[in-house]
Every structure is written in C-alpha cells, then in structure tokens.
C-alpha cells in the first residue's frame, strides 16, 4: 500500500504544534509532559518528510526551519529577557537560559534525529546540536558577553575583598564562555580571561604600592602568600583551569617580581635583616615564593652572598686586629680561632642552604664564591693555605689545642677539608701539610694514625691521586720503617758479637716522598760513628740497590747529665748531642773550636749554641755572659745546672721554614706551568695567545690559581727553549715545534 505525501507545510504546522508545547514547559507555564506516542508521531512526521521521493524530500527545507525555530524563540523570547536586567540577574538570567536552551537543543535533535543520521552526514553539514549552539552564540553570546563579563570581574574584585559571592553562579557563567567555543579556548580566553587578567594586574599593582610601604618584608610575603593561595582556590572554584598558570604569573609579577628589589633590601625586614637574625620560616616563605619565577631566586642568592661575604670578612680582620695588637698569648692561637669559626659559619649557611633554600644549586653557588672571597685574603701576614695546614696540626698532633673525641676530630677534618675547596692556593696548602705531617711522623707526635689516614683519604677524594700521593708515601714509608727496626734489633740479637754500643733507632725512608732536608757531613763523636756504621753493615744484607744518607737535624738523643747535685736526663738534636759529647774530653772549647770540630754551619751552630747556653736550660756557661752567640765567645759544662725535673728536653729555637716551602712551591708551579703549556700546545699545534693562556688557567686551577704574568713568563721561556715559535705572519699566534 502507498505511503501518503506529507506536504511542507502541513508537516511543519504539526512540527510547530510540538515546538510551542516543548517552549512552554521552558517557560515554565502548565504544561503535561511529551508522551512517548506524542515524541513518536513528532520523530515519524520528520522522517516521513525526509524519506519521501523527489521533489517532496523535504530534507534541506526541515534543516533550514530547525535553525529557524531556535532564532525565532531566542529573538521572541530570551534576548528581551536578558536585556530588561543586570549585573548578578542578567548573569542568573543568562545560566537559566542557556540550561534551557540546551534542554530544547536535546529535545529538538532528536525530534529531528533523522536528519543528524542521513541528511547531515551525506552533505558534510554542522550537526544539529552544532546548529543549536551556534544560533545561541550568534545571538545571545555575542550580546551579552561584555557585560557578563563586566559583572564577573566585579563579582570576582568584590570577593577578594573579602565579600561573599555566589561561586557556583561564576562557575556556571564562566561554563558558557567554555562551552560555546565548542571544544576551542579561543572565545573564553579572548572574551573573558584577558580582559580579567588586565584586571587583576591592576588590582595587585594598587595592593602592592600601598603594601611595600607600610608592612615588613615577612607582612609582605605573608600577604603574597595568601593571595597566591587565593587565587588557585579560585581557579579551583569557578576559573578554567587553563587559567591557573597566567593568573598566578600576573599576581607574582606586581607582588614579587616588579617589587623584588625594595623588597629584599627593606632596612630592617629585608633579606639581609633576615639572616642576621635567623628568620628560618621568612626566608623559607621567600624562597618558596622567588623559586617559581624565572630568576627571581637570583636576588636572593646575590644577597645571600653578600652577607656572607661581609660576615667572612668581618672575621678575617677581627683576626688581624687581634694580630697586631699581640691580644693572643701562644702562636697562632688567634688563627686557630679563626678557622673554628670559617667552619662554624659553614655549617650554619649550609643549613640554611639544606633548610630554608631546598638545596638549590644557586645558593650553593652563592655560598661557594663568597667563602673564595674570604677565604684567600692574607691574615696576620700568612695564606689561608698555611692557616689550614697549622689547624690540621694541631687537632692530629699529640697534645693538640684542639681537644676532641674521636667523632668530632673526624668530623672536624672532613669540614676542613670542604674549606679547602675555597682555597685557591691547594698546591702551598699540600706543601705545609706535608711538612707538618712530616713531623708528627718522624718525631712521633702524631696522636691517632687512623685520623692520619682518614683526612688523607678526604684529600684524595677532594683533590684527587696525585695531591696526596707523596703522603700516602710517607705513612706507608713509616710502616716499612718499624719493620726494618724490628728487623736492626733481631740481626743485633742473632749477631751478640756486633754491639752498637748505644741503643739505636733508625727510621728508613724514601727521598721522593718526603720533604728535602738538609743533610751535612756533622762530624760525628766516636761513640755515635760505631752505631752508625753498625747499622749501614745490617743496611746493606738487606739490599745493594739503595744509597743511605744521614739526615742528622732530624735526629735525637737521649743523654745523661752527670751534674754535681743530680744526675738528670737530656732529651736533645743530633747537634746538641755531638756538641755536648765533646765536653767530655774538654773543659773549656771557643765557638771556633767547637765549628771545627763539628764541621757545622755558623747558623746551625748559633743555633745549637744559644738552645744550651742562653735559653731556658743553661748546660753550657759562656763567656762572656750576653744573651747573644757570637764567633768570640767560649763554653764550658755547668756542673751546677739542676732542676726539679729528672728528665728535661732542650728544644733547639724554630727556624722559619715558610720563606723555603713558598719558594719550593713557586719552583713547582713554574714546572706546572710549563707542562701545562707543552700539554696544550702539543694537543693544539697552533693557538692564539689569548685562549693558551685561558686553557692553562683552567687546566691548572684546581690546584692553584697561576699569575697570567707568570704564564707569559713561561711562554717567553718555552719559546727561547724551542718548544713552540711564534707565528711569522701574526705575533699573537703560537706553534707548537714537535
């Protein structure tokens, strides 16, 4: 049976039956809901339209009166609607509206489903529910969207106030300007979000011109604080989340950034303020709010660095004001002082560091280069390199200034090794500590050789194999050493024929590792040549390859001194030793006498002279009685001499060996520099000068800092030596010479 044509209008008339039924339940007039025959017939009349045969396929014709109706009803009804109110209505409005006009759209397209399914589909058209939401934007959208925003920024300013404010109401507007982008940002973000963010730039700018001048630093951060807080609430609240980043970019900047300099520098609040007085929890809060901005912490560390700089340099001359007003009773006891305390500054800005500035690398940084400043200034006419080297001696040696336990001294070790890290001159530091440490050894004033190997394996670590080498060489040296002794004693106990005559403790060691002593040909007393030329016989069973020599100003002697009320013990040099022995076949010797006899130097024997005729224990008496050693005068034995103590040791007077180990270290930094040169240059083959010279600063910084005049030195030097020539063409230019 044939199905009957539907004609346009009759279809559409009952259509329109449907639509204005479907309105008035929107309006909220009485109204019985669609029943299902109801929505049938209104879905059946469509697709009836749509499927009859040419030229009564209605199809095109139903799509155009679809977008009609929504026009109709928006022009008849919402528009009027919207335009009679304002501000929080219109917004209350303009959410109802647009809730009602989605229900239509829903009803409407599936009224109209088959078009979506077929018609649409086949011609490439916007679908229906697109139609729908472009009709609203066309014409409600487009004329409301300035003053709905108006009135959200008013809402949004109002409720920063502190006013309370319909967020769910904000939430919902601010979904339209979402949605009818229709899955793009472009409309909320050019429509909206712009024009907020403008606002709440000026907003913050007035806050913050009236805030950085009445409140404190910490009021002030405390403030940015919350308003950041705020401001991701709202984004949480109403705000897309889209907008989070630039609304928090926009506070920042007139809080933080555009105020950051008078921030930080308040006179009595500001960062500076904060670390003199410990303010942990405000320069947290700072670093919290800087970190997030690019660069902002940069401010903080250059303060961060200033102030300790300030605070290191402040004890540096507090060291040289107690210096030269001779305040410190002992040497070096102020310079000990001063160490104690670069390292209790330390720990205290590397907490801060840890603490307050979550181990950032820019304060690390900071922390570094203003611990170089300090830390390489002369203090009390000596380096810093020194200055560390004569702590170290003191917390390892035997009766030490520094008395700590175990912990502690490891603990203080591992800091001063940290502090060497500042120092610039690593090369003099390795050279005055192995001096040093070349004393505890050989002179067993050394309190614990496992804090010997403990800072020694820290050095290694810090500074590398070669820094430590040599006194690696030296601790193991003086293991080997007592071995041989034992070994001395069971060849003089399986050998009884063999008698040294004195008791003899020999220390063997090796010429490269340890520092160059001065080594002359003291004429010996018999007593003392028997020994020796004992040991050289039980030296040479053991090995042919190696050359002994006789390092005689780094030995002791114990003697008895048969005085006329006591016999008493004297613990004295090699020098002292052979000077005192001549007396036992002398009454009476002159100082010429007594320099040919030894074979001694005129300084070593002023010396050796003054430490047992003018000093604290007088052996010898002199004539005539001066204070003063001098080529005229002559010595004889105090017979007299007593003292309370059974055992006395005579120490002979300091000689200043910093002169020589500075000399010794500038020889070796020529040879550095050198090498550093050849190195380069033979990598290169050719190289301005410019760059030579930077490339052997940078290859020789971590052990010294080299002097550019220095370097030009060499270079000059090398050149005359036919390692490298100057290019003919251009001066400035070197070649290597293979």
């Known amino acids: 049976m044939e199905r009957r044509t539907i004609e346009l209008e009759q279809g559409w008339d009952y259509m329109q039956n449907g639509i204005r039924k479907l309105k008035r339940i929107l309006e909220g007039l009485p109204e019985s809901p669609f029943s299902s025959e109801e929505y049938m017939m209104l879905y059946t009349t469509i697709y009836d339209m749509c499927t009859q045969k040419p030229p009564n396929d209605f199809s095109q014709q139903l799509y155009d009166k679809y977008k009609e109706a929504f026009d109709e009803y928006i022009k008849s009804t919402i528009l009027p609607s919207l335009i009679e109110k304002h501000d929080e209505f219109m917004l209350r409005e303009l959410v109802q509206r647009w809730l009602n006009h989605n229900v239509m759209v829903r009803w409407l397209s599936r009224f109209f489903h088959y078009l979506d399914r077929y018609f649409v589909a086949r011609r490439s058209l916007p679908c229906l529910k697109a139609v729908g939401l472009t009709c609203f934007r066309d014409l409600v959208y487009m004329e409301v969207r300035a003053n709905a925003r108006e009135a959200v920024i008013t809402l949004i300013d109002k409720e920063r106030e502190g006013e309370q404010i319909d967020k769910s109401l904000l939430k919902n507007i601010l979904d339209i300007f979402v949605e009818i982008g229709m899955g793009e940002m472009e409309l909320y973000e050019k429509d909206f979000e712009l024009q907020m963010l403008e606002d709440t730039a000026n907003y913050y700018k007035s806050k913050a011109i009236n805030w950085i001048e009445v409140d404190s630093c910490p009021d002030y951060m405390l403030k940015a604080e919350d308003c950041l807080r705020r401001e991701r609430e709202r984004v949480s609240h109403y705000l897309h989340s889209s907008t989070e980043q630039k609304l928090v970019e926009k506070v920042q900047h007139e809080l933080l950034v555009t105020h950051a300099n008078q921030l930080l520098e308040k006179e009595h609040s500001g960062c500076r303020a904060l670390l003199i007085d410990d303010k942990v929890e405000d320069l947290t809060r700072m670093y919290r709010l800087y970190h997030r ?21 402040a004890l540096v001359q507090q060291a040289e004001e107690a210096a030269s007003n001779q305040m410190t009773n002992g040497s070096g006891f102020q310079e000990q002082v001063l160490v104690r305390k670069f390292i209790e500054l330390h720990d205290k800005y590397m907490t801060y560091v840890n603490d307050c500035f979550m181990n950032h690398t820019l304060f690390h940084k900071a922390l570094k280069e203003a611990y170089e400043v300090f830390c390489n200034k002369t203090i009390a006419g000596g380096s810093s390199a020194e200055l560390l080297a004569t702590f170290c001696d003191n917390v390892l040696k035997k009766g030490g200034s520094e008395k700590l336990s175990d912990e502690a001294i490891e603990e203080t070790l591992e800091k001063v090794v940290k502090l060497l890290a500042y120092i610039s001159d690593k090369d003099l530091f390795a050279e005055f500590y192995r001096k040093k440490l070349a004393r505890r050894l050989l002179f067993d004033r050394s309190a614990n050789d496992d804090h010997e190997k403990c800072i020694l394996t820290k050095l290694k670590q810090q500074c590398g194999g070669q820094f430590t080498s040599k006194m690696e060489g030296m601790v193991t040296d003086l293991t080997l050493a007592r071995d041989n002794q034992m070994k001395f004693e069971e060849y003089l106990r399986d050998n009884s024929q063999i008698n040294p005559g004195i008791d003899l403790t020999v220390t063997v060691l090796t010429t490269g590792f340890w520092p ?197 030195k060499r270079i000059e030097d090398l050149i005359s030596r036919d390692y490298m020539e100057r290019d003919k063409d251009n001066q400035n230019t070197f070649r290597y010479l293979a």
């Open 293 to 313: 901005i690019p660069k902002g912490l940069d401010p903080v560390a250059n303060v961060f660095k200033q102030h300790i700089t300030a605070e290191g340099t």
């Open 516 to 712: 160059s002593y001065k080594s002359f040909d003291l004429n010996l007393p018999s007593e003392m040549v028997k020994c020796v030329q004992v040991f050289k016989d039980f030296y040479e069973t053991k090995t042919k390859h190696r050359k002994l020599t006789w390092i005689y100003s780094l030995g002791t002697c114990n003697m008895s001194g048969k005085f006329e009320s006591k016999t008493i013990e004297l613990v004295v040099s090699t020098y002292q030793a052979a000077a005192l022995l001549l007396f036992n076949t002398a009454d009476r010797l002159s100082y010429s006498e007594l320099m040919t006899q030894l074979n001694l130097t005129h300084e070593d024997l002023v010396r050796l002279l003054h430490s047992l005729s003018c000093a604290k224990y007088k052996i010898l008496t002199k004539e005539p009685n001066t204070k003063v050693v001098s080529p005229n005068d002559s010595f004889e034995f105090n017979s007299k001499f007593t003292d309370k103590m059974r055992r006395i040791k005579i120490p002979l007077p300091p000689v200043d060996e910093r002169k020589k180990i500075i000399e010794d270290v500038d020889k070796d930094r020529r040879y550095a520099i050198d090498a550093a040169i050849v190195r380069i240059m033979k990598s290169r083959k050719v190289l301005v000068h410019q760059q030579l010279v930077l490339e052997c600063v940078e290859l020789l910084g971590r052990m010294f800092k080299p002097d550019i005049k220095a370097i030009k």
